[in-house]
């Protein structure tokens, strides 16, 4: 038995967010359903992201959804939901999701990053590619890390950098 407070999954929730359905996100998340649910294969937040449903992705956000999450699924290679907003695009979906702490240098379990997802498909393509990669740099001209150079998507070849 739930006990008053706690958070319960919703498949609902994921469905309601790929619709586009603000009033009913809102309710299902007043009534206490877990902000991370997943439907299997994507959380609530991957499925707007992917969905191309930004306001459904900012009710998720205020709800404290996890930018973070590896999608669960076998068949979206572990990408979280700023690999989903990069592919899918527009361009305030990205930068709602950088603005709530996303990592732009976060691989999915295939090693690539949200930037290597964009492609032709991705509305405002060039503006979302504009956005992570200042976002990248200015995260390397902070931290200085390791980041991958160049979008080629052969994987047996990389070309990395150490940016100081």
Not at 6 to 11: H, I, L, N
Not at 83 to 100: D, I, N, Q
Not at 126 to 131: A, F, Y
Request: overall charge positive; aromatic content about 4%.
């Amino acid at each position: 038995m739930r006990q008053r407070g706690e958070a319960f999954p919703s498949a609902e929730l994921v469905a309601a967010a790929a619709k586009g359905e603000v009033p009913r996100l809102r309710a299902l998340l007043d009534a206490g359903a877990d902000p991370d649910s997943t439907d299997g294969s994507l959380t609530a937040l991957q499925r707007a992201c992917a969905e191309r449903q930004p306001e459904a992705a900012d009710v998720r956000l205020t709800a404290g959804a996890s930018v973070s999450l590896i999608s669960p699924g076998r068949a979206t290679n572990g990408m979280a939901a700023l690999h989903f907003a990069a592919r899918a695009g527009p361009r305030r979906l990205v930068a709602m999701l950088l603005e709530s702490a996303a990592d732009p240098a976060q691989a999915g379990t295939d090693g690539m990053l949200p930037l290597d997802r964009v492609s032709f498909l991705t509305r405002d393509m060039v503006g979302v590619q504009r956005l992570l990669r200042t976002r990248m740099r200015e995260r390397t001209t902070l931290e200085g890390w390791l980041i991958k150079l160049g979008s080629e998507r052969k994987t047996w070849r990389r070309r990395y950098c150490v940016l100081l």
